[in-house]
């Protein structure tokens, strides 16, 4: 069993950035893809970016790309997701996710697709 935990969510400007991390505890993800997916007011929960779990390949959402960075430090059980460029249309809770299957090929954009989820972060983009 995998627990997740997220940080990093917080109030910022419009063109700001945050770093938010997802740290495992209960077993390593160090063989496990991660992804992050957002929630905001009013609307389904959404994909936002998604690593593979040796880190050697990113995929992100259109809305995101070029302004969000995900990464991942096996060493110290934790993902990253780098958020530049902020805007309030990215407010929501962030939540981070992982697969179960371990050493997996491929990664997924879909919420079903992944069996541990943290319980969220706020961030709040303010105009």
């Known amino acids: 069993q995998v627990q997740l935990v997220e940080s990093g969510g917080g109030l910022v400007q419009a063109g700001g950035s945050l770093r938010l991390s997802c740290t495992a505890s209960?077993?390593?993800?160090?063989?496990?893809?991660v992804g992050w997916f957002r929630q905001g007011p009013g609307k389904e929960r959404e994909f936002v970016a998604a690593?593979?779990?040796?880190?050697?390949?990113?995929t992100y959402a259109d809305s995101v790309k070029g302004r969000f960075t995900i990464s991942r430090d096996n060493a110290k059980n934790t993902v990253y997701l780098q958020m530049n460029s902020l805007k309030p249309e990215d407010t929501a809770v962030y939540y981070c996710?992982?697969?179960?299957?371990?050493?997996?090929?491929?990664?997924?954009?879909?919420?079903?697709?992944?069996?541990?989820w943290g319980r969220g972060t706020q961030v709040t983009v303010s105009s």
């Open positions: 996710a992982a697969d179960a299957t371990p050493y997996s090929p491929n990664y997924s954009t879909m919420r079903s697709k992944y069996n541990y």
């Open positions: 209960g077993r390593t993800f160090s063989d496990l893809a």
């Open positions: 690593i593979k779990w040796s880190g050697s390949s990113t």
